[in-house]
C-alpha cells in the first residue's frame, strides 16, 4: 500500500462519512431558512388566546379576559387543568 492509499483509507473515508452525516442533518436549513419572528419585526398576525381546555371557559370573550366575575369549573394544579 502507498502513502496515498493509507491516506484515502484512514482519513479520506471518515472525512466523507462526516461529511454526508453533517449534510444530513443541517443541509435543509442552510439551504432554506424559514420566515421566523425576529425581535425587532412587527407580529402581522392577530393575538390569539392559548386555552388547554375551552370546554372549561366561558365564551364570552372580552368581558371573562378583562376580568369580569364568571364561573369555572377548571381548577388548578399539577394535573394542568387550569
Known amino acids: 500500500m502507498t502513502i ?6 484512514f482519513a479520506g473515508i471518515p ?4 461529511g ?6 443541517y ?5 432554506h431558512q424559514p420566515n421566523r419572528y425576529r425581535p425587532g419585526r412587527g407580529w402581522p398576525y392577530q393575538p ?5 381546555h375551552p370546554d372549561a371557559v366561558v ?10 366575575t364568571t364561573s369555572t369549573t377548571a381548577v388548578g394544579g399539577a394535573s ?3
Do not use: D, M
Open 4 to 9: 496515498v492509499e493509507t491516506t484515502l483509507v
Open 48 to 52: 390569539a388566546w392559548f386555552v388547554p
Open 15 to 18: 472525512l466523507a462519512a462526516i
Open 27 to 31: 443541509g435543509k436549513a442552510l439551504l
Open 59 to 68: 365564551t364570552q370573550s372580552r368581558p371573562a379576559i378583562e376580568g369580569a
Open 80 to 82: 394542568g387543568e387550569w
Open 20 to 25: 454526508a452525516i453533517t449534510a444530513a442533518v
